[in-house]
């Protein structure tokens, strides 16, 4: 079971951002269920369904059995017998029942999605209206010292993306500087599937890019970066990243994207019209690389999900080359470009990514060195 201590602590942090952000508000000790995975805490959500389910409708996990079982607790929690499901518990807690939007004070219920345990964890709170359920606004909290760091690069680029019209993101509202929190618009819409379309290539395209690189310079900036993480010089470094540094070279111009990176499908909706939505922008870049978010959208699934064929022979897919095509770089070496996500990765101080994803990518580069 999820411990109590770590509750009270994750609804006094949401508690403390709300009322910074509205100033002295309303709080009701309320019924909740906590749900749990591996006796680590995933959702708070209001006991009354009306509140929580628009929500959770729009969240799902990706593997056949957590499927099914978040299938079977949304249809417990319709019912109100949501603890009926192993690792979710009832709880009395003490939340916030008021909050301002759009200029305006709303009376509300927070449905708090808690991110994984590490020096980026931070909570999702989705507000809703009491009365319909319906999400009003999103509020994001630090709950380490690291995540303080991530909110304000994703209100960065957030308020940048706004500047620039770029459509289907979240709409920064406010951000408290001192302590982290930040409020944004809701983004609707169902998390998108596993696989790649074209709505995902004519998503990427549409972001910014406005100057260009080279392979060769950005080769000087992963040694760089190598060194400067602890990795050591060139000639210490074992053989096959030698060899994949080495293969790092080129003098033509290529142009610098802003990258999401995270580009992955739970950070992803589908909207009406079939277009996508991106949301968590909180590893963003705006002098990011090509193929750097195709890339992460393949190897993070087939670290997660045991599936390699999908990074075995990506780049010869035919939404990959319609992607290099229309930015003008299909003549570059795009094994170079996988290279340097795959090292990227694994030595950039960004402590968001852990140890066993980074020494998957490891062994991948003597993979794309073989092609």
């Known amino acids: 079971m999820v411990q109590s201590a770590r509750i009270k602590t994750v609804l006094h942090e949401i508690n403390l951002a709300a009322c910074d952000q509205n100033g002295s508000v309303s709080s009701y000790d309320e019924r909740y269920f906590v749900i749990s995975k591996n006796d680590k805490l995933r959702w708070i959500v209001p006991a009354n369904p009306l509140l929580g389910k628009k929500v959770l409708a729009q969240w799902h996990p990706y593997g056949l059995v957590s499927q099914v079982a978040w299938f079977v607790l949304r249809c417990l929690y319709s019912l109100r017998c949501a603890s009926l499901m192993p690792g979710v518990t009832g709880v009395t807690a003490n939340v916030v029942r008021g909050v301002i939007v759009a200029g305006s004070k709303k009376v ?51 308020k940048s993306l706004a500047q620039l019209g770029v459509r289907n ?30 709505s995902h290539i004519d998503f990427l395209l549409k972001l910014p890019r406005h100057t260009t690189t080279t392979l060769d310079h950005q080769k000087d900036i992963l040694c760089g970066l190598i060194e400067s993480s602890g990795g050591g010089s060139f ?17 033509k111009n290529i142009p610098l994207v802003l990258v999401h ?17 991106a949301i968590d922008w909180e590893d963003s870049e705006f002098d990011g690389l090509p193929l750097w978010d195709l890339c992460h959208f393949h190897y993070i699934q087939a670290y997660l999900f045991g599936d390699n064929k999908r990074v075995r022979s990506f780049l010869s897919g035919r939404l990959i080359k319609e992607y290099l095509q229309k930015l003008e770089i299909e003549k570059v070496d795009h094994a170079a470009l996988v290279l340097l996500y795959l090292l990227g990765m694994v030595f950039q101080k960004n402590g968001n990514k852990n140890r066993e994803f980074k020494d998957f990518l490891i062994e991948q580069v003597p993979l794309v060195l073989a092609n």
């Open 108 to 158: 509300v219920s927070p449905v708090i999605y808690v991110g994984t345990r590490g020096s980026q964890q931070k909570a999702v709170v989705t507000f809703v209206d009491l009365n319909t359920g319906q999400p009003l606004v999103i509020m994001k909290v630090a709950l380490e010292s690291g995540a303080r760091i991530s909110l304000k690069r994703e209100a960065e680029t957030l």
């Open 169 to 198: 993101v979240p709409k920064l509202l406010t951000i408290d500087n001192e302590n982290g929190p930040t409020w944004q618009t809701v983004i609707s819409g169902r998390l998108t599937s596993r696989k790649l379309t074209r």
């Open 235 to 251: 000639v210490e470094l074992p053989g096959v990243i030698k060899k994949a540094i080495n293969q790092i070279k080129g003098k």
């Open 261 to 277: 990176g995270d580009f992955a499908p739970w950070n992803l909706k589908r909207q009406p019209n079939n277009q996508l939505a």
